[in-house]
């Protein structure tokens, strides 16, 4: 395919970082940015603006630039359906999405994807076509765990794989040899939230892919945020799916790492239970 790559962009860096990424390397990129969502340095992108719902608007839209591939990029939370601005096509989709996927996030990922794949664009994942950013196996950062980290780590990295599972969440938190927060439809925002507000410090945050999920849509993202709120919740680190997250801003994420005192780590799903 030699096409426009189309990137709907929700909240968050990595739109912007994959907009830039895309004008560095003189690769055609059309933005459909969600309104209220996206942040305004992509303004300075080839794209349009649209509330979400308009399916049939950003269907046209995508295809008049010659969007031949789309990415979904960016933190969405599933919207009030009130607070929808549906086009006709926006309203057709909604009703298969309440069919069967709307409180499923797996599924829903699947049956949007499909209503764009039906008018011949293909849906990718951002490491499909830049594969460095997903992380490698092994301690990332200058600290390293110790053996006591090391046993929060598994039991972290179990609880994640287990919420996955249930298409719930894709991360946990464990301190002190016991899971003190799993992820929920709060996401890991609200996850490390609840975690700053119990007493205590130390542990670790691990995310995971979920087990059943399709991978060009939401894998796990660390940056540089989720070092600060892994901080701010007091926590030892910070391990992730090596092969299966992607970490983004990488110098920033691992000088902050350092200036926190964190330890970050790609952990092969196979070695959890090493």
Do not use: N, Y
């Amino acid at each position: 395919m030699t096409g426009t790559l189309g990137i709907i962009a929700g909240a968050g860096d990595l739109p912007v970082d994959l907009a830039e990424r895309c004008a560095a390397e003189r690769r055609p990129c059309f933005v459909l940015r969600l309104k209220g969502l996206a942040a305004p340095a992509l303004d300075a992108h080839p794209g349009v603006t649209l509330p979400l719902g308009r399916l049939g608007e950003a269907i046209r839209r995508l295809k008049a630039a010659g969007c031949d591939r789309l990415m979904f990029v960016g933190k969405v939370m599933r919207p009030r359906l009130r607070d929808l601005s549906l086009d006709w096509r926006g309203f057709t989709g909604l009703l298969s999405l309440l069919a069967g996927a709307w409180r499923h996030d797996d599924r829903l990922h699947r049956a949007i994807s499909r209503l764009f794949e039906r008018d011949g664009i293909a849906v990718v994942g951002p490491a499909e076509i830049w594969p460095d950013l997903l992380v490698e196996a092994g301690t990332l950062s200058a600290r390293a765990p110790d053996e006591r980290a090391w046993a929060d780590i598994r039991l972290a990295a179990a609880a994640a794989l287990e919420v996955g599972a249930t298409d719930r969440g894709q991360g946990a938190v464990a301190r002190d040899g016991a899971i003190v927060a799993v992820e929920d439809r709060d996401h890991t925002d609200g996850l490390l939230g609840r975690v700053a507000a119990l007493p205590g410090r130390g542990g670790v945050l691990a995310k995971f892919a979920k087990a059943h999920q399709d991978r060009r849509l939401d894998l796990p993202v660390i940056g540089p945020e989720t070092i600060a709120a892994a901080a701010a919740a007091r926590l030892d680190g910070v391990v992730i799916e090596a092969g299966g997250a992607m970490l983004v801003r990488r110098a920033e994420t691992l000088a902050a790492a350092e200036a926190a005192g964190l330890f970050l780590v790609g952990l092969d799903p196979a070695g959890v239970a090493a």
